[in-house]
């Protein structure tokens, strides 16, 4: 399935093949990432007063089952980020990777951000100091990041590996000449799809880095 939120507060699930199912409405005046663990469960990230916000688990009916944050109402405490660089992520054992938003910028190719990883039961398990903000994971562990123009692969211990994409002005697929790309998603086919491109909205690499083309 695919999950929608608007600024309305609404949450619309849609078919693979776009099909509208149904929509529930929130008190949420923005959302941010939407993720699905292993089990078809839903994660959100919303915010019902522009301030900071939560991560929600979702119910099959759309109800926010157990939340992730600051407050003492919250399931699990953990000091969000603020949300204009909010960015959280679930791996493929549905451990959850929260960015803290303050970065430095060490170069036009990379980003450097503390990284929080959280068990599903909301232990803390490890902290990686420096790392871009996690978007994917292939079938070895190796996590892939949002870099300043590219992709940052690293292995599952947080060392960095390689990276890949350039920074250039209306440049072919693999290019991203507006900050880090947007989103990274990882086919069953194992090619690496990399949204936000310049002249590509989908660029197509190998998991060694080769550009592939674009979509």
């Known amino acids: 399935f695919?999950?929608?939120g608007d600024s309305t507060g609404r949450l619309q699930k849609f078919s693979s093949d776009g099909n509208f199912i149904t929509e529930w409405d929130y008190v949420s005046s923005a959302w941010g990432n939407i993720e699905i663990n292993s089990k078809?469960?839903?994660y959100v990230a919303y915010t019902p007063t522009h301030q900071n916000?939560?991560?929600?688990?979702?119910?099959?009916?759309?109800?926010?089952?157990?939340?992730w944050g600051t407050q003492d109402s919250d399931d699990y405490k953990i000091d969000l980020p603020k949300k204009e660089d909010f960015n959280f992520f679930i791996d493929n054992s549905d451990n959850l990777y929260f960015s803290?938003?303050?970065?430095?910028k060490l170069s036009t190719t990379e980003y450097d951000v503390k990284v929080l990883k959280y068990s599903p039961n909301g232990k803390l398990l490890k902290t990686f100091e420096k790392m871009a903000?996690?978007?994917?994971?292939?079938?070895?562990?190796?996590?892939?990041?949002?870099?300043?123009?590219?992709?940052?692969?690293?292995?599952s211990s947080g060392d960095y590996i390689t990276r890949f994409g350039v920074c250039d002005y209306r440049g072919p697929p693999g290019t991203f000449s507006?900050?880090?790309?947007?989103d990274i998603v990882i086919g069953s086919d194992e090619i690496v799809y990399v949204t936000g491109g310049d002249m590509s909205s989908i660029s197509?690499?190998?998991?060694?880095?080769?550009?592939?083309g674009g979509i």
């Open 100 to 104: 803290i938003s303050e970065y430095t």
């Open 40 to 42: 078809d469960e839903v």
């Open 133 to 155: 903000h996690p978007s994917a994971q292939d079938v070895n562990g190796n996590l892939y990041g949002l870099g300043k123009c590219s992709v940052m692969k690293y292995n």
């Open 2 to 4: 695919a999950y929608v």
């Open 53 to 67: 916000y939560k991560i929600g688990k979702l119910s099959s009916n759309g109800e926010i089952i157990e939340t």
């Open 204 to 212: 197509k690499f190998s998991q060694d880095g080769k550009i592939l």
């Open 178 to 182: 507006n900050g880090a790309p947007q």
